[in-house]
């Protein structure tokens, strides 16, 4: 199994970005797929979920408005469209993926990817 994101980098406040997740290794498409986010000395949160067929998504308080999650199953990825970026938002953000109900507990998650580093700064 393989997650591998992209996509990140440095933006100032305001700005945005576009992170992308490509998947392995699993069945893709029977599979719930999800963001979180670490910051440091902060725990790891949760940021958007997406069900397998994507029919539902759900985001986190913090970015709801802000941010879009989407998935091509063809293609086996993942997609967090991040706009009206501030520096709340700085931190590592980890694709992840579960074979079951969609969950906002990153214990319930078990496959995640290295993660990609987002930094909201002038």
């Known amino acids: 199994v393989q997650l591998v994101e992209s996509g990140g980098g440095l933006v100032q406040p305001g700005g945005s970005l576009r992170l992308s997740c490509a998947a392995s290794g699993f069945t893709f498409d029977t599979y719930v797929m999800a963001w979180f986010r670490q910051a440091p000395g902060k725990e790891r949160e949760f940021v958007a979920t997406i069900t397998p067929r994507g029919a539902r998504i759900y985001y986190a308080d913090s970015v709801k408005g802000r941010f879009t999650m989407s998935r091509d199953n063809a293609k086996n990825t993942v997609a967090l469209q991040m706009n009206s970026l501030n520096a709340d938002d700085t931190a590592v953000y980890y694709c992840?993926?579960?074979?079951?109900?969609?969950?906002?507990?990153?214990?319930?998650?078990?496959?995640w990817g290295q993660g990609t580093q987002v930094t909201v700064s002038s």
């Open positions: 992840t993926a579960r074979n079951g109900d969609w969950s906002k507990d990153r214990g319930a998650y078990y496959y």
